[in-house]
């Protein structure tokens, strides 16, 4: 399921321990050096900010966030109250002001952790519920490291951003900090949070959108056909003319052909049978989905499940296949069950 969705994970050079915390360490990178990028790095880091390039992390098989907060008026804003928090998967690789590329170099993950209820004489367990991060932008002078990759972060509200120029090499340290907080969330409710993020909010608005449109479009050609069918229909009735009642005109032309075969019935049938073999994948899986049975923490479990199905519902979309082919009176069935086999 993972290939089938171009997911490649591979391990990063984060250090992180349990329970462990971290206020600054230089990543991937001598001490007291910074990372060079060339001018095709820089030009391909910019062009990758410039289209909202999101990084995902998993740490303990949870994928980060970044925590989004919103505000209804200026006033809580400013008392920091009443507060809207959502999430949204990842982070974003930079941000643009104007024409200027900024980089985010520096991570702050939070990791959340609840503690287990052990026996006096046993070790405390530690469970990881949610997996959080805030992407900074902090310019190279601004950053102090010594050898042993440990380093300072500035104020907050005296650092720079780190600057990305497209048209030269740029210079840049990339850090992270960790810290733990103690949570109530249990184990079986990690992954609550992620279920009800922002973005798949905005994916619902999308399909209600597309099938209101979709609605839309059907009534307008609705209309068009019953006002056409109308026009004939009064055309029909009038006896003026005798000579225009002996003459077949509109839809009258084609009510033989109504119930003769097409000229192609086997690709007819084939496409039929695919589209039931599709649909019945499709109700099965989102059944499935429903029960519960495909857990998010299963990466790629939606999609062999998909494939599994599409296989086994092949038996389906023969049998409606053939038998429209038989019923439109075609002879050569083994063709027809070849051709479903290849859609």
Known sequence: GEVLRGDRIVNTPFQVSMNMEKKCEVLCNLPNKAVTLTV??????????REDYYVHLIADNLPVATRLEFYSNREEEEKKKEKDVQF??????????GNKFYLHNHLSFILYYHREEVEEN?????????????????KLEDLKADEKSMCTLPEATGSAPQEIDPSKENQLLFTYSVHWEESD????????????????????????NSVVVVFFLS????????????????????????????????????????????????????????????????????????????????????????????????????????RLYRTLKGHRWKKGAFCVSLL
């Open 40 to 49: 095709e790095q820089s030009k391909l880091v910019a062009e990758r900010i």
């Open 88 to 97: 949204e998967h990842g982070y974003r690789l930079g941000f643009m002001d």
């Open 122 to 138: 046993q070790e405390p367990t530690y469970r990881v519920v949610r997996f959080e991060v805030i992407p900074q932008s902090i």
């Open 185 to 208: 969330i249990k184990w079986a409710s990690r992954w609550d949070t992620y279920l009800t993020m922002s973005d798949v909010q905005i994916h619902w608005f999308s399909i209600i």
């Open 219 to 322: 009534g307008i050609l609705s209309m068009i056909i019953i006002r056409t069918l109308r026009k004939d229909i009064a055309n029909y009735n009038k006896e003026d003319d005798i000579e225009d009642t002996m003459e077949e005109s509109g839809w009258k032309l084609v009510h033989g052909d109504v119930f003769r075969p097409p000229q192609y019935p086997m690709i007819l049938s084939s496409l039929l049978g695919s589209g039931i073999q599709l649909f019945c994948m499709i109700l099965i899986v989102i059944f499935v989905a429903m029960l519960g049975m495909l857990s998010p923490s299963s990466r790629g479990a939606l999609m062999t499940t998909a494939c599994f199905l599409f296989m086994f519902m092949g038996v389906f979309g023969g049998f409606f296949a053939g």
